[in-house]
């Protein structure tokens, strides 16, 4: 069964640069990942997958959705973490989690605790310092 189905997904921002008749498939149950330089177009693609951008052409597909126009339904399914993230000064830990359950829409918070409990976070401390700490472990 295909989870993730692109075929020729093109987005082009002029002068050779995006991403151009990309197509592969994913499978239930596959670990897939995308490897290569700056400017390869990595985030791009997963910028359409997540459908926070348009492909010009081609299609996207996860769980047989279309990845634009179905794009809250997906965003609800998945989530995306980019590598150039910035937080706010004062936020606390406990603020951020609250803030991303907050947008999507999750309801029971219950599960909150267990994830302060396996991540060791000091839910008061401000989220830059807690990540310093996450990534010295």
């Not at 239930?28 to 926070?52: H, S, V, W, Y």
């Not at 996207?60 to 590598?83: H, T, V």
């Not at 359950?101 to 918070?109: E, F, L, R, T, V």
């Amino acid at each position: 069964m295909s989870v993730i189905r692109v075929n020729n997904i093109t987005k082009d921002y002029g002068k050779n640069r995006g991403v151009f008749d990309l197509s592969f498939e994913v499978n239930k149950g596959e670990i897939f990942g995308m490897l290569g330089p700056n400017g390869a177009g990595k985030t791009t693609t997963i910028r359409q997958l997540m459908g926070f951008i348009k492909s010009d052409k081609g299609s996207a597909k996860i769980l047989d959705m279309n990845c634009f126009e179905r794009r809250e339904n997906i965003q609800s399914k998945l989530g995306y973490l980019p590598s150039e993230t910035s937080f706010m000064d004062e936020m606390k830990s406990i603020d951020f989690i609250n803030f991303i359950a907050d947008m999507k829409k999750i309801k029971n918070k219950n599960n909150i605790k267990n994830l302060i409990d396996m991540f060791e976070l000091n839910e008061n401390s401000k989220i830059k310092k807690c990540l310093r700490e996450i990534n010295k472990k």
